[in-house]
């Protein structure tokens, strides 16, 4: 079962990677997410808040299960987590740096204030999705 399992894994991933790969890989990983994140909100938050959430969050899920699958099949609970929390905090900040920058407030990321509930889903999404591709071990 081992050899199966390792002969499924990509070559990359099988691969031990420093701590600065490690990180330029969850950077890189969130800039796709949040670049497919922004668009969607850009093209239809304005006709359905809703739908745009619900890309939104499968963006994100999309995303954090090839950043888990290409890049550390063997992850653990806590790195995933980890890497959720990161991309939530670079979300943050990438807002932050687009309001002070653009003089009016950019919500593209986080979603809206004025829809708390979506809002909430997406933060949460953001920190637990890569969290769902872990697989345990017995």
């Known amino acids: 079962m081992t050899t199966m399992t390792s ?8 691969r031990k990677h ?3 790969t490690r990180i330029a890989l ?4 969130w800039s796709i997410a ?5 668009i969607a909100h850009q093209e239809i938050d304005a006709m359905s808040p809703v739908v745009s959430t619900v890309i939104e969050v499968i963006a994100i899920v999309v995303v954090a299960g090839a950043y888990i699958r290409f890049v550390t099949p063997e992850a ?11 991309w ?3 979300g943050i900040a990438l ?5 002070a920058h653009s003089g009016r407030q ?4 986080l979603g809206s204030p004025a829809n708390g509930g979506l809002r909430c889903v997406l933060l949460i999404t953001w920190v637990m999705a890569p969290a769902l591709f872990v697989r345990s071990r017995e």
């Open 7 to 14: 002969s499924l894994t990509p070559r990359f991933a099988q």
């Open 26 to 29: 969850v950077v890189t990983f």
């Open 88 to 90: 939530v905090l670079l």
């Open 18 to 20: 420093n701590a600065a």
């Open 34 to 38: 949040a670049l497919l994140v922004a």
């Open 76 to 86: 653990t609970l806590d790195h995933a987590l980890f890497a959720g929390t990161t």
């Open 95 to 99: 807002e932050i740096f687009m309001t």
């Open 106 to 109: 950019w919500f593209a990321l």
